[in-house]
Structures are given as structure tokens and as C-alpha cells.
């Protein structure tokens, strides 16, 4: 991993205003993400991780505090195209990321809007949909695809605009579990192959097992930090936040407490199923 720092975060603060009412989004939020990191960051509905998110890339700025990106202000309206180029952003909804009839047209769209040379676009064309395993489908309508062929479009398109990080908002909400399986690893690879900063924000606990840092938020707070296994192994704690583990993590917890000698911070299928297999020789 580099150890330049990507995004760093000072004192942020975000309110929501009504006409005659704010809410309070973020609170004083501190964040420094180096990189090359793979970051997830989870909480449940309201807790502040999308508002926090959309700080990253511009699209809301603090009412108090601080954010750079690579030494970049986002309130300085002249590096706004740089910061977005920076870190580039994947929401939701597919749908509303892709813009043309065609796959390689639409991964071509930013590029063209940046000015970038006709040869070059075809080479970031080609590229981009390598990288997220989508190059057999360079001719096809999107609309044609499923919706993890077409959030993995919408991913090629903002690699196409070389982003230094994407910070992914809830990919995987509207897709099922064969297309989340699908942007997961997209996103994995993209870390560990292509060196791309990730930051994933997610409610599916599942899809944190892998990062190399959880950051927990709660009412626009920082409530928790640590590698997975740290976070996961706290299970009382995530669920008085409204939040819970993995599955595998859930059983591992039960098992212990009715006695069972199990490794409470297991996450992943494999590894409950080595350590049932360990116990069963044991015995």
C-alpha cells in the first residue's frame, strides 16, 4: 500500500435545511484515507455514511470543516473538475449513470467531455471494460444487460476517467445477489490489480469482510474503526447500533455461547467450515 494521503477530513460538519429547520447530518467528522486502501464504511438508514460520501466528491460541501482530496479543497470551486476526476463516484441506480445506447459509447462519454484525444479514448475505452470483464460486451444496448452487467458499465465509465479513488455508494442495494457478487469483485480487483483507492459505502455486512478498514457511523458520528475481524468480533455492540454481522460471524457467536469452543471472529463460510472441521477431529 502508498502511504500518500488520498482524502483527509478536518472537523466536518453537514446540515440538511428546511425552510425553517436543519437537520444534522454530520458532526464533526475526522477521516484520512492514504492510498491504495480499501475502505467500507456502514450504518444503518440516516447514520450519515451517503451524506459523507457525497462530501468526497463534491457533491455537498461542509458547513463547517474540511475536506481534501489530494491536496485539494472541495469548497475551491476552481479544482471541482479535478477533484471529480480524482475520485470518481458510482451510485445506486445503474440507470442513472448510463447515458448512451450503446456500452462503449457511454464508457467513452467522460472522456469526450474532458477533451481526451480520439486515440486515447478508444485505448481507456478498451481498457475500462477489460478491467471490470465487460469487454465482450462493447456493442451491446445496456438496457439489454442485468443490473450487475450494468452497474459494472457504469464502473467502467468512471475508470475510463482515470479516477485516483471511487468511492461507491450503495452499488449493490438494487441488484441481486449474483449481480452484488459480480460488483464486489469487480471492486476487489480494481484495488488489488489497478492500485484504485476504494471507498465503499454499504448496509450489507457481507460485502465489509474484505476491506482493509470498517468505519461505523451512527448519528453522523464516527462510532467505530478497525479491520474487520475487529469491528465483526463485537457483535453486542453493532447490534445496540441498529446494525448487524455476518452470518457466519452471527453463528459463530451463538455457537460460542451455548458452550461450543468456536472462534467468535470468523466472517467468512470457509472459515466456519475449517473450524467445524478442526473441532470434528478434536473429537
Known amino acids: 500500500m502508498k502511504n500518500e494521503l488520498m482524502i483527509n477530513v478536518e472537523g466536518v ?24 486502501e480499501h475502505i467500507v464504511i456502514i450504518g444503518h438508514n440516516g447514520s450519515g455514511k451517503s451524506t459523507l460520501a457525497k462530501q468526497l466528491n ?3 460541501l461542509p458547513d463547517q470543516g474540511k475536506v481534501m482530496i489530494k491536496a485539494m479543497d472541495t469548497q475551491d470551486e476552481s479544482q471541482l473538475w479535478k477533484i471529480r476526476q480524482t475520485a470518481g463516484m458510482v451510485f445506486q441506480n445503474p440507470d442513472n449513470q448510463i447515458v448512451a445506447t450503446i456500452v462503449e ?55 475510463a476517467m482515470k479516477p485516483d479513488c471511487i468511492i461507491f455508494d450503495e452499488p449493490t442495494a438494487m441488484l441481486d445477489p449474483s449481480g452484488r457478487k459480480e460488483v464486489i469483485n469487480t471492486m476487489k480487483k480494481l484495488n488489488r490489480e489497478e492500485g484504485i483507492t476504494i471507498i465503499h459505502i454499504t448496509h450489507f455486512m457481507e460485502e465489509a469482510v474484505d476491506a482493509g478498514r470498517i468505519i461505523v ?23 445496540m447500533l441498529g446494525l448487524d454481522v455476518p452470518q457466519m460471524t452471527e453463528l459463530a ?31
Open 253 to 283: 457467536h451463538e455457537l460460542s455461547k451455548s458452550g461450543i469452543d468456536v472462534d467468535e471472529n470468523i466472517l467468512t463460510v470457509e472459515e466456519m467450515v475449517e473450524t467445524l472441521c478442526q473441532l470434528k477431529l478434536k473429537t
Open 217 to 239: 457511523m451512527e448519528e453522523g458520528k464516527r462510532v467505530m474503526e478497525g479491520r474487520p475481524k475487529e469491528i465483526f468480533a463485537q457483535v453486542d455492540k453493532l447490534k
Open 13 to 36: 460538519t453537514f446540515f440538511y435545511k428546511g425552510q425553517d429547520t436543519q437537520l444534522l447530518a454530520l458532526d464533526h467528522i475526522d477521516l484520512s484515507v492514504s492510498e491504495g
Open 58 to 60: 463534491a457533491l455537498l
Open 105 to 159: 459509447e457511454d464508457v467513452a462519454f467522460g472522456p469526450e467531455n474532458l477533451g481526451v484525444d480520439p486515440i486515447d479514448i478508444r485505448k481507456r475505452v478498451d481498457e475500462s471494460l477489460k478491467a471490470v470483464d465487460m469487454a465482450n460486451f462493447a456493442a451491446k444496448a445496456p438496457h439489454l444487460l442485468s443490473g450487475g452487467q450494468k452497474q459494472r458499465i457504469a464502473i467502467a465509465g468512471v475508470i
